[in-house]
Each structure stands twice: as C-alpha cells, then as structure tokens.
C-alpha cells in the first residue's frame, strides 16, 4: 500500500502562488505516473497535470504556463508549483499516484488540500 499526504494548500489572493506537495509513503516515482487533480464545489474532478518516471508532464489547457509539476525522488514528494492564480482555480486538489508495476501496484489518492484564490 501506498500513502499520499498533501499539504501546502491554503487562502491566496489572485495573481498568487502556492506550491503544493505530496509526500509519498514510499520511492515509488520511477514506477510512477503522478498526477495532481482537482475539484470546485458543484463540479467533477478534473486531471490539471501529469509527470511520468521519464520526467515528462502534461498540463490542462488553462493551468499551462501557469502551473510546474515535479517530483523529487530522494524526498519521495511530488510538487505543484502554482502561480499567477485565478478565482477559477479555487478547489481541493489531490495527488494521485499510479503505480505501474512492482510492490504496491496500484491506483493510490490523498486526502486533498484546499486551494482557495480570493481578494
């Protein structure tokens, strides 16, 4: 099994930053795709960016330029940098791992944390 705990999240005025982590249980990232997903009130989870073991990401049309997503095995943490932020980004965001192979196989979520861009 693997555990994800995130953290960073918080209340940012717009045109802000925010880096969240992700903090995994184990060094699973070279086996890995990570991802950061999130959820507004009212509406359904949304993928915003991927990183795979290789170091390559993928972003939501409306988060590119804005958003970085990166890992750092030897912390076993996964980051979201976010910065220039919009009341649109305002929702919970939660990191997803899947692991593709070896111990601990398997599709693993956090508990998400709180993003909140208001003046």
């Known amino acids: 099994q693997v555990q994800l705990v995130e953290s960073g999240g918080g209340l940012v005025q717009p045109g802000g930053s925010l880096r969240l982590s992700c903090a995994a249980s184990?060094?699973?990232?070279?086996?890995?795709?990570m991802a950061w997903y999130r959820q507004a009130p009212g509406k359904q989870r949304e993928l915003v960016a991927t990183?795979?073991?290789?170091?390559?990401?993928n972003y939501q049309d409306s988060v590119k330029g804005r958003f970085t997503i990166s890992t750092d095995n030897a912390k076993n943490t996964a980051y979201l940098e976010m910065n220039s932020l919009k009341p649109e980004d305002t929702a919970v965001y939660y990191c997803?791992?899947?692991?593709?192979?070896?111990?601990?196989?398997?599709?693993?979520w956090g508990q998400g944390t709180q993003v909140t861009v208001s003046s």
């Open positions: 184990g060094s699973i990232f070279s086996r890995a795709v």
């Open positions: 997803n791992a899947y692991v593709l192979y070896g111990l601990g196989r398997g599709n693993y």
């Open positions: 990183i795979t073991s290789g170091g390559m990401t």
